[in-house]
């Protein structure tokens, strides 16, 4: 009867583990579709938009309406780009990111809440600067297609939020000007168009 039972149990892990396994579909980001974009604050009368050029990243879901999708995406911090070279060495400086040193930022997360038909609340740790906290952004799913030139499957979605980023120990040029507002703003809005390849 042991026996039986413990056959019977192994059977049902087994049936478990391959539905799973026949359910659970994996995306990659195509970065040549993607952009990673921010904006922040310059001195309280501007702002300043710009991306990151170098990324990869993991997508897995087993619901057509991604509604449970788990995100894996890793950036390359040198890879900032604000059309100024510069102002893009000084982000690299020590002031700001220290890319040498923090090469990477990495984010994983997944959906936590379904907002509405199409909107997802995203959470999850971003290690930025040495740095791990948790964040919370704004998932916006756009849908499905195939793409018949190269015969493959793509999802679409927006992301938004921000963040301070002085909870990552980056505090460079954060003074008070006569206006009340920071040299270079504190907070870090995102804006991020991410387009997904089913593998």
Same mark, same amino acid.
């Given at each position: @009867?042991? #026996?039986? !039972?413990?056959?019977?149990?192994?059977?049902?892990?087994?049936?478990?583990?391959?539905?799973?396994?026949?359910?659970?579909?994996?995306?990659?980001?195509?970065? =040549?579709?993607?952009?990673?974009?921010?904006? *922040?604050?310059? =001195?309280?009368?501007?702002?300043? %938009?710009?991306?990151? !050029?170098?990324?990869?990243? $993991?997508? %897995?879901?087993?619901?057509?309406?991604?509604?449970?999708?788990?995100?894996?995406?890793?950036?390359?911090?040198?890879?900032?780009?604000?059309?100024?070279? =510069?102002?893009?060495?000084?982000?690299?400086?020590?002031?700001?990111?220290?890319?040498? #040193?923090?090469? &990477? $930022?990495?984010?994983?997360?997944?959906?936590?809440?379904? *907002?509405?038909?199409?909107?997802?609340?995203?959470?999850?740790?971003?290690? $930025?600067?040495?740095?791990?906290?948790?964040? &919370?952004?704004?998932?916006?799913?756009?849908?499905?297609?195939?793409? &018949?030139?190269?015969?493959?499957?793509?999802?679409?979605?927006?992301?938004?939020?921000?963040?301070?980023?002085?909870?990552?120990? @980056?505090?460079?040029?954060? $003074?008070?000007?006569?206006?009340?507002? %920071? =040299?270079?703003?504190?907070?870090?809005?995102?804006?991020?168009? *991410? %387009?997904?390849? #089913?593998?």
């Amino acid at each position: @009867m042991k #026996k039986q !039972t413990f056959l019977l149990l192994a059977a049902t892990i087994l049936t478990t583990v391959a539905t799973y396994a026949q359910t659970q579909t994996k995306w990659a980001i195509d970065t =040549m579709h993607t952009n990673i974009g921010f904006n *922040v604050g310059h =001195m309280g009368i501007s702002s300043i %938009e710009g991306e990151f !050029t170098s990324f990869s990243g $993991m997508a %897995e879901t087993k619901k057509d309406d991604f509604s449970d999708v788990s995100i894996q995406l890793t950036i390359q911090t040198a890879s900032i780009n604000t059309d100024v070279k =510069m102002r893009d060495d000084h982000l690299r400086s020590p002031d700001f990111f220290d890319a040498t #040193k923090f090469p &990477e $930022m990495v984010f994983s997360g997944k959906v936590t809440a379904k *907002v509405s038909a199409k909107i997802y609340t995203l959470k999850g740790n971003l290690t $930025m600067h040495g740095v791990t906290k948790s964040v &919370e952004l704004k998932l916006t799913y756009n849908g499905q297609v195939y793409d &018949e030139h190269n015969k493959i499957q793509k999802a679409g979605f927006k992301v938004e939020g921000s963040f301070k980023r002085s909870d990552f120990g @980056m505090s460079g040029f954060l $003074m008070k000007l006569p206006n009340g507002a %920071e =040299m270079v703003s504190d907070k870090i809005v995102l804006s991020i168009g *991410v %387009e997904l390849v #089913k593998l």
